[in-house]
């Protein structure tokens, strides 16, 4: 039997957040954490690239993890702008977002790219946070199962554990929008992802967290955690200041 996978709330800043306001957010966030005497999940925050360092000392001796939100697929050369999982190990990362939905559409990342990518994290010795997620047109033609279906057995790497490894259902129409799936979608969707998990990873497929994305707020955070096979958060617009994100890591601590 195989124990229920400790929650992570992982907040995603994307392009956001200044030197000014940034580290001072994630400290506020370290003191709320501080105060629960033995939290039941995981904390995270991917902050632009620019920050990592910033968060690094502000959060130093706290219980948050700082992460990525993309890597290369090499360990280093001649990539202009781009960042190595081993960078990202370097400057004090635990976790790196890949195949975010937004870099599969303003980069065209393939799933391909996106398992070289997660291959070079894991290697890195970071835990990937791998996103699969339908669009809305997908979703109306009835395609959501089969696109997420296509998108996980792609992008998965072969080396994949429950400790390398989340994976974060992100449907494209929920993000930014203040929609979101019913409860039944998003139970039948992460039902999918664990079976097909279990069917390749065995144990650790059962043992992979998965996390919910898209318009997570704190008003609905607690009824999608508690969905089966919910296993946590990747959380964008609420994530950028600890009085919106507090209360979704309040549902599993
Ligand atoms: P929102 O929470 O802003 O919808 O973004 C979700 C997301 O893309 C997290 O990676």
């Known amino acids: 039997m195989v124990a229920t996978p400790r929650p992570l709330i992982a907040g995603n800043w994307k392009m956001n957040g200044l030197k000014s306001a940034g580290p001072r957010e994630a400290k506020k966030l370290a003191t709320r954490m501080g105060k629960v005497a033995k939290p039941q999940c995981d904390v ?4 632009p690239a620019t920050l990592l360092a910033p968060l690094r000392d502000a959060l130093k001796g706290s219980r948050i993890a700082i992460g990525g939100q993309d890597c290369h697929g090499n360990a280093s050369g001649a990539h202009t702008g781009d960042i ?62 089969k696109v997420v279906g296509k998108q996980l057995t792609a992008s998965l ?15 494209v129409w929920a993000i930014g929008t203040g929609l979101t799936p019913t409860v039944d979608d998003v139970r039948q969707v992460h039902g999918f992802i664990r079976a097909r998990l279990r069917r390749r ?48 890591v309040a549902t599993c601590i």
């Open 157 to 171: 790497a072969k080396g994949c554990t429950a400790k390398n490894t989340v994976v974060a259902y992100e449907p």
């Open 84 to 145: 190595s999982a081993a960078m990202l190990k370097d400057s004090g990362c635990r976790y790196v977002i890949i195949g975010h939905s937004e870099r599969r559409a303003d980069h065209g990342e393939s799933s391909q790219e996106v398992r070289v990518k997660a291959d070079a994290a894991q290697a890195a010795g970071l835990t990937a946070i791998i996103c699969v997620g339908e669009t809305a047109a997908e979703r109306k033609a009835g395609q959501t199962l």
């Open 201 to 248: 990873f065995r144990d650790d497929g059962a043992a992979m967290r998965l996390l919910y994305g898209g318009s997570v707020k704190g008003s609905n955070a607690e009824e999608l955690m508690a969905v089966d096979n919910v296993n946590g958060a990747l959380v964008g617009g609420a994530s950028l200041t600890t009085a919106d994100f507090w209360p979704i």
């Open 44 to 47: 995270l925050i991917c902050p």
